[in-house]
């Protein structure tokens, strides 16, 4: 039997407050719910995860204490029904009566009358609740409290409209495949599709979106001509930068778009991309596919390759490593929920045991992009610094972007900065 949205977004939040991707438990939900109800889920469910810490602070405020454990759920369709009424256009008492009718529907009828108190208190004192909530500058960033800090040591004046930009909905940012067409060429496709764009400086590939739509709607997209990628991430490709007869390889490549935008600007580079997972390697080859470029696909973990690669000796190597992911929250809410700060250590340590492993494996004269989607310094021009100091055949080589701060190692895009998220990038070069 088909369930209501509330209660399937309430299900799905639960889902990740236990450590599950929002995406999957969508996926996994999507069947609890009908059809025309999936995207009003995937919004509640998308806007209680970016709002969060917000909602969590209001429900300190609204309950006289917190529930237990074992009563969770409810807690999590609060959250649903506080969303709806500070942050959704729905009429507040079709809100606060249907996130009552879902607490039945969770098997928690003894909460209906809860859940109804909270929110008509909700929606009387709003006012005053937001008044509260944004004289608390760890609240009003938005941002979880390890992260707000950490980025307070490293970004002091700019803390506040970091995690003002990661409050918003990211826009559709487009990579237009230049062999096959031209950014002009295509803006015009889109006007007569009835859409509109505009460029982003310094991307020439890069096209957004004035309103987002499905990809099937997008001109040419199953022909190629076109893919969703985010501009800063569009950055990779242009500073790697492969040349004619290079043989490259994007060491963490799942789910392909950096590949096939090194292919696109770069068609007589021989690539192999890498990925640990093997159920991700498909979306590399569908990526490839859709846009008929030819690749050597591997699985491999790049953290412990072996002697796969050993004799490949490429003249350049993409490495976007596994990070936080603390960049892109905007895109992925789900990460203010599921990212700790115990988490950080090792990652480091990762990122460090895959960067010596991708050096091995560099020609000399050769070029190495280090990469992540974090806005952590340790993970960032820290790790590459570390690297440097220990790496005698390691020279940096100087990046650029009006959109990037300069770091003492590598360059630093903050989200919204251009419109991007946030990304990392160190180059280097190896010597003789």
């Known amino acids: 039997m088909k369930q209501g949205a509330r209660s399937v977004a309430a299900r799905v939040i639960q889902d990740v407050a236990n450590g599950r991707a929002l995406d999957s438990a969508l996926d996994d939900r999507s069947s609890d719910v009908s059809d025309n109800e999936r995207a009003l889920v995937a919004e509640m469910a998308y ?19 917190r529930l237990k454990s074992s009563k969770q759920l409810v807690e999590q369709l609060l959250k649903v029904g506080l969303y709806q009424l500070f942050h959704m256009r729905i009429p507040a008492h079709a809100a606060v009566d249907e996130t009552v009718k879902a607490s039945v529907q969770l098997k928690q009828k003894w909460a209906t009358r809860l859940v109804n108190a909270i929110l008509r208190r909700a929606q009387r004192e709003q006012q005053e609740l937001l008044q509260k909530l944004e004289a608390d500058s760890v609240i009003a960033s938005g941002l979880p409290e390890w992260l707000y800090g950490s980025l307070s040591e490293q970004y002091p004046e700019q803390v ?15 990579r237009i495949n230049s062999r096959l067409t ?8 889109l006007v007569r599709a009835g859409m509109t764009s505009r460029p982003v400086e310094h991307v020439p590939q890069a096209l957004v979106l004035d309103q987002p739509v499905s990809v099937d709607k997008l001109p040419g997209f199953d022909k190629g001509l076109v893919s969703v990628q985010d501009a800063g991430a569009q950055l990779a490709a242009l500073f790697l930068e492969p040349q004619p007869g ?29 990925d640990v997972e093997q159920k991700r390697l498909q979306l590399i080859h569908d990526n490839l596919q859709r846009l008929g470029l030819e690749a ?27 990070c936080s992911a603390t960049g892109v929250m905007r895109r992925h809410p789900d990460i203010r929920l599921l990212r700790r700060k115990s988490d950080i250590a090792p990652l480091i340590m990762l990122q460090a045991n895959i960067l010596r492993h991708a050096w091995s494996l560099l020609r000399s004269g050769g070029r190495l992009l280090y990469a992540t ?23 940096m080589v100087q990046l650029s972007h009006p959109a990037g701060i300069e770091c003492s190692h590598g360059i630093q895009i903050l989200p919204g900065s251009s419109g ?10 190896k010597h003789g």
Request: net charge negative; glycine share 6%; charged share 20%.
């Open 296 to 322: 050597d696909v591997l699985q491999l973990d790049m953290s412990e390759p072996g002697d796969q690669l050993s004799d490949a000796g490429f003249d350049r190597i993409l490495l976007d490593v596994p």
């Open 182 to 189: 031209t950014v002009t060429d295509y803006a015009e496709s």
């Open 246 to 274: 290079d043989t490259v390889l994007d060491a963490c490549a799942a789910p392909g778009g950096k590949s096939c935008h090194l292919l696109e600007l770069q068609p007589e580079c021989s690539l192999t991309a890498v």
């Open 373 to 395: 989607c974090s806005l952590l310094p340790g993970e960032n021009w820290q790790q590459v610094s570390a690297f440097i100091d220990d790496t005698p055949d390691a020279a």
């Open 420 to 429: 991007m998220d946030g990304f990392y990038y160190a180059l280097m070069e």
């Open 47 to 65: 806007g209680v995860c970016r709002w969060n810490l917000q909602l969590d602070a209001m429900l300190d405020q609204l309950l006289d204490k």
């Open 160 to 174: 506040q409209e970091i995690g003002t930009a990661l409050l918003q909905r990211p826009p559709m940012t487009l």
